[in-house]
């Protein structure tokens, strides 16, 4: 199994990302997708979460009203849209596999694949 993250970059605040996280050997619409991110000395940290068909969400409340999150079973990707950055949202940003295909999950230990990470720079 494979997570590939991309999209990430240097942004000015206030500005938009779009990241894409595509994946590889699994059974896509079996997993429930997230997205975590881990600034510099902090613990990683839960964004967002959605389930097999994209029909349901989980924000964390740092997320909610800036960031979407979407998936596309035909590419096998998921997708996190993030406007109205801030340079707190400064982190390296990782996308997860959730075998469970159910309601989406914000805990770090729910998730049993993960990819390599993708950094995204907020400057002020």
């Known amino acids: 199994v494979q997570l590939q993250a991309s999209g990430g970059g240097l942004v000015q605040a206030g500005g938009s990302l779009r990241l894409s996280c595509a994946a590889f050997?699994?059974?896509?619409?079996?997993?429930?997708m997230g997205w975590f991110r881990q600034a510099p000395g902090k613990e990683r940290e839960f964004v967002a979460a959605?389930?097999?068909?994209?029909?349901?969400?989980y924000y964390a409340d740092s997320a909610k009203g800036r960031f979407t999150i979407s998936r596309d079973n035909s590419k096998n990707t998921v997708y996190l849209q993030m406007n109205s950055l801030k340079p707190e949202d400064t982190a390296v940003y990782y996308c997860?596999?959730?075998?469970?295909?159910?309601?989406?999950?914000?805990?770090?230990?729910?998730?049993?694949?993960w990819g390599q990470g993708t950094l995204v720079t907020v400057s002020s």
């Open positions: 997860a596999a959730d075998r469970s295909s159910g309601s989406p999950r914000p805990f770090y230990s729910d998730y049993d694949y």
């Open positions: 050997g699994l059974t896509f619409i079996n997993y429930a």
């Open positions: 959605v389930n097999w068909s994209g029909g349901s969400a």
